[in-house]
């Protein structure tokens, strides 16, 4: 009997989606009531989620909200976040098609709590899993390239790229899609403008912010798994002074709103430094740098930004009077997540990965990265560049 109940409840599901009603009306009661009989509380509990949406496309709406709460009910005994968030979702539908627009944005609050409880786990399983495997082949990678990289190694390479932009795929699927449901909840109460009181739009402006650091997130961690496959330069070469100079202007207009001085250190005028580099990437690498010193930097601090060349090589160091950071996590700056756990640095908005990046940019460019730090008296990061021939 168990078994004809799923049947039953799988055949109803099935004509649901094909939009035979009626039939699934039918399916979908017999299901119900074996499952009962049975005691398969899940197979009663996916029977009356069924109904309440046949309810729903029916427009019978005080039946629709009557069954999504009894199966709401069911799903938390269950304790089946998935089947509750279904629940939220068409409570909200329903309180929308009402005009009941607070019950309605009470069930997409906790809808999105749950979307969130969802996705934190599925993402932290993804991203540790992503670590493991990424830790492992760069383990192998290293012992394949000391033996000269034969035959077998080769292709060995190529499969741990396909390897590593199937998870790059995956990752993108996984840990974007549930933004789209959130970011179309805040665009459909922002159009019908019911929400007209303070909390309403503080709840609007913090579903908004989520929604842009967790973007931020998600672009940095592919940006840096992408970094780190070794095929995510694109370098011509450029004059480095030249385009020094034209990134510079906007830099110290972001640290003027802020009152604090930029200042562009070299010999007059910069010197003509030709050398093979990515410049989106390296404008990343600035960009980063300096919104780091701005961040850390009280007003009327000091930035200077300067550029030497020496024994073939390019220095650029970023050099501030802000907080500092402790010498004990010097050796951590640019691990991917670390934050300093410190007061100070913890009131300041970030993700943990911009260094992360900023390192595996410098080494694509076969170049190094440094810093130097004093508490109270500031810090200074430098990044070196061989020079090509042709300078």
Request: aromatic share 4%; proline share 2%.
């Amino acid at each position: 009997m168990d078994g004809q109940a799923r049947a039953n409840i799988v055949v109803a599901d099935l004509q649901l989606r094909s939009g035979d009603d009626v039939q699934a009306m039918q399916h979908v009661e017999i299901g119900r009531q074996i499952a009962k009989a049975c005691g398969n509380v899940a197979a009663a509990a996916n029977a009356l989620m069924i109904l309440s949406k046949i309810y729903l496309r029916r427009g019978d709406y005080d039946l629709a909200i009557a069954s999504f709460k009894d199966t709401l009910r069911q799903a938390e005994t269950l304790q089946s976040k998935m089947m509750q968030l279904d629940c939220h979702q068409g409570l909200t539908e329903c309180y929308r098609r009402l005009d009941d627009w607070k019950t309605a944005l009470e069930n997409q609050q906790q809808g999105v709590v749950l979307k969130d409880e969802i996705r934190s786990e599925e993402s932290i399983t993804k991203l540790r899993n992503l670590e493991a495997l990424y830790k492992t082949r760069q383990a192998q990678s290293e012992a394949d390239a000391q033996r000269r990289l034969r035959e077998e190694d080769r292709r060995y390479y190529k499969q741990l790229s396909q390897m590593k932009d199937e998870i790059l795929n995956v990752a993108s699927h996984d840990l974007k899609s549930p933004l789209v449901g959130i970011k179309l909840t805040v665009d459909s109460l922002r159009r019908h403008g019911r929400l007209e009181d303070t909390r309403g739009q503080q709840l609007l402006s913090d579903i908004d912010t989520t929604i842009r650091q967790m973007g931020n997130l998600i672009v940095n961690v592919l940006d840096l798994a992408k970094l780190e496959t070794g095929r995510a330069l694109d370098t011509e070469l450029c004059d480095f002074g030249a385009f020094l100079e034209s990134l510079f202007a906007d830099m110290e207009r972001a640290a003027s709103q802020k009152r604090i001085h930029l200042r562009l250190q070299h010999s007059h005028p910069l010197p003509l430094v030709m050398l093979p580099f990515d410049p989106d990437r390296l404008s990343q690498v600035l960009q980063n740098l300096i919104s780091n010193a701005i961040k850390y930097t009280p007003e009327d601090g000091d930035i200077t930004l300067s550029c030497s060349v020496q024994q073939r090589l390019l220095t650029v160091t970023v050099t501030d009077n802000g907080i500092g950071i402790p010498a004990h996590a010097l050796p951590f700056v640019f691990e991917r997540f670390y934050r300093v756990l410190d007061e100070r640095h913890q009131n300041v908005e970030g993700s943990g990965l911009g260094l992360a990046i900023v390192k595996a940019i410098i080494e694509q460019h076969n170049g190094t990265i440094q810093v130097e730090s004093e508490i109270g008296r500031g810090s200074a990061f430098s990044f070196m560049l061989p020079l090509d021939k042709t300078e």
